[in-house]
């Protein structure tokens, strides 16, 4: 009578153990599906400034994969660069012709196909960035808000230091830092991993902040508190349950961190300590053309400058729409 | 409220000791100071003797408390690019930055606070939407940006204001001010109007957010119900009680001015300490870096700390003279 | 003064959203005498809060009054433009809400708070002012005013700062007073003192009083006549005694069942099976024939208007002669 007792309880401990991984399935499945529930395509279809958002968001980003095969030059191959190209005007103005639509800088390369790389450069450090302190975030986040006690208040209690000071100045920091510890020529080949670390170590807390927030308040309803007590494996809850609550505002804080981050990331190229000049990204390309402002070519700076106020500018307008729409107090 | 006091205090103090661990590390183990400071053909036993005199092979904590005993006195060693005394570099760098900063500040302020009750009052109306239009424009500009855009129009184009420099200053005693100047002021309004364009746009923000928020609250409602004006509501309790979380995040956005001053005195090529501090990251100027960022620390603590203090004065739930009363 | 404080007639509150409009109190008519205590009771959601709102004119858009009209001693008020309305609140009509704790701001002392609104409808200098706003807290019963007037919201307890609401609701004698859910919130021996309170103002001033309450031993205790609201319409209404002691909409029976009593039957409470529905599933018919024990047919396709039940009026088809006749006919 015993065994059928045991045996009774192991399979209920089994069934129940599988309905919450299962439900946890059916989380996921209905996280996503709020997602692209009818309600906030509609709010995204009834604002034309989104939608023209996302309209160039997507063109820019396209643009800037295809790179490699719209641009009308290369402007990194040295063997194809003309010294009598140099600082060409715009096609529009005179001096300017359709060989170079918007122009050449100081040493003959193409603007038009500098912003498709550089635009290429500078999306690709913005998402490499964002998917990693989203990783990181997220994962301490999820660990504090899950164990509480100490390891919560050390987590945030570096969170708390870390954000009295801005982004730019722990990025710059970091960036100092490795650029003291590592031997000279090997610093242009990782001055993007270099630029990404800076950019994910000055940005995560957002995100641990978030998700913390909501993993406490998850953690003590009901349910969790039942699959705990039935002894379903933490991980197994943490990613099942808490994650997917999660994820609505998690998305929000990346829209609007991946703006922050190309911005990071121009700013520091701009001032010297990102990208250096034979990986260009937008940054780098305005600060290339700087030095040629006073002089009056001042299409060497401004048009990689406008390609990256556009590309934030829709990123932030998408952010915003995503943050209003998934707001459950303004609904 | 001593209490609160001295514990805030001795968090400031832990926050500090962190920053200068950080600063110290920097200082004494990313890269070799006797490297940097010496040149290539120096015998080892010559660089083992000056690592002796600079104590460089003492034990970790007390070279640490050496180097917090230094601070302390406004000592952070020699620059490596300039040869002299960091600590005299920033003296003469801090005036700029500090009047660069403080006038940003107050024209962020100025500016951005009263945009943000006018949006947070008057939502729908096509003004409000064009600012909010606006400071989405000013919040994805990178700052560099702006600087170099109002190069180009009022430097460039048009020849009004110089793009570089400080403009005629004058001393006083160890403070050069550009500010009394004519000269100065030109040459001040560029970089002010650059930083303070991504603040005033988050204040603006901020400040309509809160407004919005307590005109959602039950006490504005019954401050409607009780028929008071319009004037009365808007002015006298739903301002008051927006500018208070204000004045505290506010109060937290100085700290920011000063790290984008870094990105303006660039454009600008203006002669504060960001400027420095950019310099030194090229150069790898270690102690002026150590010494920037202990600097900074010290500042955004003092700033947190007199914004808490603030806080607590101005809002009366959280005085002292709390006192629960009988019965209902 | 003769005639009704307050009357209401065929109020329709209405609520566009994106799929369509959603009406929200349908069709509603009363009347408050004055000096009267006329209760509003209901479920969380039939619409009794809104109704309080439309009256005093502090709808939140999108809801606007789509329909009927109401009016204060004879004079239409709805249609009114926004300063006239501003006008009459706090003056004519006051209105007290659920949660003391946040109906006070907190960064500015009582004092200064019952100034104000003193000095917004009265026409009074300074000094006056203050010695009307101490006479109000004494009247409120609160001890030692010449201090505590100077004290902010948070340095008094619950009930006493729903005390200080109600004294900065009577600032100007109005001749209405809105209560809605006035003691919800606050204890249960506390609740007693309140419920007094506005009793003792009523009869000492004259003032009608709107107690909009989920709770019916309040409105036992309080008012004169009750008005029973179900999906934002009013299902019964009459004078107190005969609802409770003889409740005839089977909703209201429903309610009174599921009240404890002290001393009486110990059976199972009785409960109202389902749940209001919400504004976009209302049936057709009566609304609340899914649940009604007592249904028939003719509850599923014509709704009913109020009708008189020998002591008060209740929508409902059972006491309509006709229908019901036909009803016993049908059932056979």
Known sequence: ?331 | MLIFLARRLFQAVLVMLAVAFIAFALFNYVGDPIDSMVGQDTSLADRQQLRQELGLNDSFVVQFARFVGHAARGEFGLSYQQQRPVAQIILERMPATLELSFVSAALALALGVPMGIYTGLHRGSWLSQGLLGLSLVGVSLPTFLIGILLILVFSVDLKWLPSFGRGSVVHFGWWTSGLVTRDGWRAIIMPSVTLALFQMTLIMRLVRAEMIEVLRTDYIKFARARGLTNRAINFGHALKNTLVPVITVAGLQLGSIIAFAIITETVFQWPGMGLMFIQAVSSVDIPVMAAYLMLVGFFFVIINLVVDLLYHVIDPRLRIDREQVGIG | MTGPVLRVENLRVQLPNRRGILTAIDNVSFAIEPGEVLGIVGESGAGKSLTGAAIIGLLEPPLRVAGGRISLAGRRIDNLPDGAMRRIRGREISAIFQDPLTSLNPLYTVGRQLVETIRTHLDLPPAAARERALSLLREVGIAGGDQRIDHYPHQFSGGMRQRIVIALAIAANPRLIIADEPTTALDVSIQAQIIALLKRLSRDHGTAIMLITHDMGVIAETAHRVAVMYAGRIVEIGKVREIVGNPRHPYTRGLMGSIPRIGGARGRLRQVEGAMPRLNEIPPGCPFNPRCPEAFDGCRQRRPELMPTGSGSAACWLYDKSAASMAAVADG
């Open chain 1, 1 to 331: 009578m015993s065994s059928t007792l045991v045996c009774g309880s192991i399979a209920s401990r089994w069934a129940l153990a599988d309905l919450a991984s299962s439900a946890g399935a059916q989380r996921w499945h209905l996280a996503l599906h709020r997602v692209f529930d009818s309600d906030l395509w509609w709010s995204f279809r009834r604002s034309p400034v989104t939608v023209g958002a996302a309209v160039i968001s997507l063109v820019m980003v396209a643009a800037a994969l295809l790179a490699g095969w719209i641009a009308p030059h290369d402007p990194f191959d040295p063997a194809s660069l003309n010294l009598l190209d140099a600082t060409n005007p715009p096609a529009w103005l005179p001096g300017g012709s359709w060989r170079f639509p918007l122009g050449t800088d100081d040493q003959g390369r193409d603007i038009l196909s500098a912003i498709l790389y550089g635009s290429r450069l500078s999306l690709g450090i913005g998402f490499a960035a964002v998917l990693l302190a989203m990783a990181l975030g997220v994962t301490l986040g999820l660990i504090a808000g899950w164990r509480g006690g100490l390891v919560d208040t050390i987590i945030m209690r570096i969170a708390d230091v870390k954000l009295s000071f801005p982004a730019i100045l722990i990025a710059l920091l970091i960036d100092g830092v490795a650029r003291a510890m590592v031997p000279h020529d090997a610093q242009t080949e990782i001055a993007s991993l270099v630029v990404i670390a800076a950019i994910v170590l000055s940005s995560w807390v957002q995100y641990a902040r978030t998700v913390r927030a909501s993993a406490m308040v998850e953690r003590d309803k009901e349910y969790i508190q039942a699959a705990r007590m039935i002894g379903v494996r933490p991980v197994r809850i943490v990613v099942g349950h808490l994650l997917p609550n999660a994820i609505g505002p998690v998305l929000v804080v990346a829209t609007i961190n991946l703006a922050l981050a190309i911005l990071t990331e121009a700013t520091l190229s701009f001032l010297g300590v990102g990208l250096p000049p034979t990986q260009p990204s937008l940054g780098t390309l305005i600060r290339n053309g700087n030095d040629y402002l006073l002089s009056g070519d001042w299409w060497i700076s401004i048009f990689p400058g406008v390609a990256l106020a556009v590309l934030i500018l829709s990123i932030n307008l998408l952010g915003d729409w995503l943050r209003d729409a998934l707001n459950p107090k303004l609904r």
